[in-house]
Protein backbone atom coordinates (compact mmCIF):
# COMPACT_ATOMS: atom_id res chain seq x y z
CA UNK A 1 0.00 0.00 0.00
CA UNK A 2 0.97 3.45 -1.07
CA UNK A 3 1.06 6.19 1.30
CA UNK A 4 2.96 9.29 2.18
CA UNK A 5 4.03 7.68 5.29
CA UNK A 6 5.75 4.53 3.59
CA UNK A 7 8.63 5.30 5.17
CA UNK A 8 7.63 5.35 8.48
CA UNK A 9 8.22 1.95 9.71
CA UNK A 10 11.96 2.26 8.74
CA UNK A 11 12.12 5.98 10.71
CA UNK A 12 10.07 4.35 13.66
CA UNK A 13 12.83 1.38 13.85
CA UNK A 14 15.35 3.69 13.58
CA UNK A 15 13.74 6.33 16.16
CA UNK A 16 13.18 2.84 18.59
CA UNK A 17 15.40 0.15 18.53
CA UNK A 18 18.80 2.10 17.69
CA UNK A 19 20.80 3.74 20.61
CA UNK A 20 20.92 7.14 18.78
CA UNK A 21 22.11 10.66 20.07
CA UNK A 22 19.24 12.53 21.70
CA UNK A 23 19.87 15.71 19.37
CA UNK A 24 19.13 13.37 16.25
CA UNK A 25 15.96 11.93 18.43
CA UNK A 26 14.44 15.24 18.34
CA UNK A 27 15.50 15.90 15.07
CA UNK A 28 13.80 12.70 13.96
CA UNK A 29 10.68 12.70 15.81
CA UNK A 30 10.19 16.28 14.84
CA UNK A 31 10.77 15.49 11.26
CA UNK A 32 8.17 12.79 11.51
CA UNK A 33 5.83 14.71 13.33
CA UNK A 34 6.25 17.59 10.56
CA UNK A 35 5.63 15.06 7.48
CA UNK A 36 2.51 13.51 9.50
CA UNK A 37 0.90 16.88 9.73
CA UNK A 38 2.08 19.72 7.26
CA UNK A 39 0.80 22.28 10.52
CA UNK A 40 3.40 21.52 12.66
CA UNK A 41 6.69 23.35 12.15
CA UNK A 42 9.99 21.26 11.78
CA UNK A 43 11.83 24.26 13.45
CA UNK A 44 9.45 25.74 15.86
CA UNK A 45 10.10 21.37 17.42
CA UNK A 46 13.29 20.96 17.41
CA UNK A 47 13.98 24.54 18.90
CA UNK A 48 11.31 23.98 21.73
CA UNK A 49 11.92 20.29 22.65
CA UNK A 50 15.85 21.04 22.82
CA UNK A 51 15.54 24.06 24.88
CA UNK A 52 13.21 21.97 27.34
CA UNK A 53 15.45 20.64 30.40
CA UNK A 54 14.98 17.00 30.12
CA UNK A 55 14.72 16.54 26.68
CA UNK A 56 18.58 15.57 26.22
CA UNK A 57 18.12 11.91 28.08
CA UNK A 58 14.28 11.55 26.84
CA UNK A 59 12.87 8.59 24.45
CA UNK A 60 9.92 9.68 22.42
CA UNK A 61 7.75 8.80 25.08
CA UNK A 62 9.44 11.04 26.70
CA UNK A 63 9.61 13.91 24.18
CA UNK A 64 5.91 13.52 24.71
CA UNK A 65 5.49 13.93 28.35
CA UNK A 66 7.74 17.50 27.75
CA UNK A 67 5.38 18.74 24.61
CA UNK A 68 2.84 18.01 27.62
CA UNK A 69 4.39 19.78 29.89
CA UNK A 70 5.44 22.69 27.71
CA UNK A 71 2.02 23.03 26.72
CA UNK A 72 0.78 23.20 30.39
CA UNK A 73 3.59 25.95 30.73
CA UNK A 74 2.42 28.12 28.10
CA UNK A 75 -0.76 27.67 28.59
CA UNK A 76 -0.91 28.64 31.71
CA UNK A 77 1.39 31.47 31.17
CA UNK A 78 -1.04 33.10 28.48
CA UNK A 79 -4.22 32.36 31.22
CA UNK A 80 -2.16 34.78 33.60
CA UNK A 81 -1.39 37.28 30.62
CA UNK A 82 -4.69 37.57 29.75
CA UNK A 83 -5.96 38.37 32.67
CA UNK A 84 -3.25 41.29 33.01
CA UNK A 85 -5.05 42.61 29.69
CA UNK A 86 -8.07 42.58 31.12
CA UNK A 87 -6.61 44.69 34.10
CA UNK A 88 -5.98 46.89 31.30
CA UNK A 89 -7.99 49.39 29.44
CA UNK A 90 -9.45 47.84 26.65
CA UNK A 91 -13.00 48.92 24.53
CA UNK A 92 -15.80 47.14 25.49
CA UNK A 93 -15.91 45.08 22.21
CA UNK A 94 -11.71 43.63 23.12
CA UNK A 95 -12.85 42.86 26.36
CA UNK A 96 -15.85 40.64 25.52
CA UNK A 97 -13.37 38.63 23.44
CA UNK A 98 -10.56 38.51 26.21
CA UNK A 99 -13.20 37.69 28.75
CA UNK A 100 -14.22 34.53 26.16
CA UNK A 101 -10.65 33.78 25.71
CA UNK A 102 -9.74 33.77 29.49
CA UNK A 103 -12.84 31.16 30.02
CA UNK A 104 -10.84 29.04 27.12
CA UNK A 105 -7.87 29.29 28.39
CA UNK A 106 -8.63 28.52 31.66
CA UNK A 107 -10.16 25.62 30.41
CA UNK A 108 -7.38 24.27 28.36
CA UNK A 109 -5.17 24.55 31.32
CA UNK A 110 -7.70 22.02 33.19
CA UNK A 111 -7.40 19.92 30.10
CA UNK A 112 -4.20 19.86 29.87
CA UNK A 113 -3.08 18.93 33.32
CA UNK A 114 -5.85 16.08 33.13
CA UNK A 115 -4.09 15.06 29.85
CA UNK A 116 -0.76 14.86 31.34
CA UNK A 117 -2.61 12.33 34.12
CA UNK A 118 -4.29 10.15 31.10
CA UNK A 119 -0.45 10.46 29.27
CA UNK A 120 1.16 8.64 32.64
CA UNK A 121 -1.53 5.96 32.22
CA UNK A 122 -0.72 6.06 28.77
CA UNK A 123 -4.42 6.16 27.79
CA UNK A 124 -3.64 8.15 24.35
CA UNK A 125 -6.95 8.25 22.89
CA UNK A 126 -8.04 9.89 25.99
CA UNK A 127 -4.92 12.16 25.73
CA UNK A 128 -5.82 12.97 21.86
CA UNK A 129 -9.29 14.11 22.98
CA UNK A 130 -7.80 16.39 25.21
CA UNK A 131 -5.49 18.30 23.43
CA UNK A 132 -7.32 18.61 20.53
CA UNK A 133 -10.14 20.30 22.94
CA UNK A 134 -7.11 22.87 23.61
CA UNK A 135 -5.92 22.99 20.47
CA UNK A 136 -9.59 24.18 19.53
CA UNK A 137 -9.24 26.71 22.52
CA UNK A 138 -6.80 28.48 20.29
CA UNK A 139 -8.36 28.25 17.96
CA UNK A 140 -11.50 29.51 18.90
CA UNK A 141 -9.82 32.61 20.86
CA UNK A 142 -8.16 33.36 17.87
CA UNK A 143 -11.07 33.31 15.59
CA UNK A 144 -13.17 35.70 17.82
CA UNK A 145 -10.99 38.86 17.38
CA UNK A 146 -11.19 38.01 13.04
CA UNK A 147 -14.64 38.35 13.66
CA UNK A 148 -14.72 41.62 14.72
CA UNK A 149 -13.29 44.84 12.34
CA UNK A 150 -11.15 47.47 14.20
CA UNK A 151 -10.36 44.91 16.94
CA UNK A 152 -6.96 43.19 16.91
CA UNK A 153 -5.95 40.07 18.24
CA UNK A 154 -3.31 40.38 20.81
CA UNK A 155 -2.95 37.14 21.03
CA UNK A 156 -2.08 36.22 18.38
CA UNK A 157 2.01 34.88 18.51
CA UNK A 158 0.75 33.35 21.77
CA UNK A 159 -2.48 31.15 20.43
CA UNK A 160 -0.09 30.08 18.02
CA UNK A 161 2.54 28.84 20.30
CA UNK A 162 -0.24 26.79 21.65
CA UNK A 163 -1.57 25.67 18.54
CA UNK A 164 1.97 24.51 17.33
CA UNK A 165 2.72 23.22 20.81
CA UNK A 166 -0.58 21.00 20.43
CA UNK A 167 0.39 19.69 17.19
CA UNK A 168 3.41 18.65 18.48
CA UNK A 169 1.71 16.73 21.24
CA UNK A 170 -0.83 15.13 18.84
CA UNK A 171 1.85 13.36 16.73
CA UNK A 172 4.33 12.38 19.32
CA UNK A 173 1.26 10.16 20.44
CA UNK A 174 0.52 9.00 16.83
CA UNK A 175 3.69 7.82 16.65
CA UNK A 176 3.44 6.16 19.96
CA UNK A 177 0.66 4.01 18.65
CA UNK A 178 1.33 3.20 15.93
CA UNK A 179 4.99 2.35 17.24
CA UNK A 180 2.59 -0.20 19.78
CA UNK A 181 0.60 -1.38 17.33
C1 LIG B 1 6.04 29.05 25.24
O1 LIG B 1 6.60 28.38 24.16
C2 LIG B 1 7.49 29.15 23.38
C3 LIG B 1 7.95 28.26 22.24
O2 LIG B 1 8.50 27.05 22.69
C4 LIG B 1 8.62 29.65 24.23
O3 LIG B 1 9.46 30.46 23.45
C5 LIG B 1 8.08 30.42 25.40
O4 LIG B 1 9.14 30.79 26.24
C6 LIG B 1 7.10 29.56 26.16
N1 LIG B 1 6.56 30.32 27.26
C7 LIG B 1 6.41 29.78 28.46
C8 LIG B 1 5.88 30.68 29.51
O5 LIG B 1 6.69 28.62 28.69
C1 LIG C 1 2.85 29.80 13.71
O1 LIG C 1 4.15 29.49 14.13
C2 LIG C 1 4.88 28.69 13.21
C3 LIG C 1 6.19 28.33 13.86
O2 LIG C 1 6.85 29.42 14.41
C4 LIG C 1 5.02 29.43 11.90
O3 LIG C 1 5.69 28.62 10.97
C5 LIG C 1 3.63 29.79 11.37
O4 LIG C 1 3.75 30.55 10.21
C6 LIG C 1 2.86 30.56 12.43
N1 LIG C 1 1.50 30.74 11.94
C7 LIG C 1 0.87 31.89 12.10
C8 LIG C 1 -0.52 31.91 11.58
O5 LIG C 1 1.39 32.86 12.61
Given at each position: MFSPLCSLPFILFTLFFLSIHAQTLIHGTCKVCSQQDPTVNY??????????????????????????????????DTRSHIKNLLKKKASSTQRMRLDDCFELYSNAVTDIKHAMKSYKS?????????????????????????????VVSPLTKRNNVTFELC????SIIHILRVGTK
Open positions: QFCTTSLEAASGSRHADVRGLGKISLRLTHTNVSKHYEEVNVLISSVMDAATTCENGFKEKRNGIGL
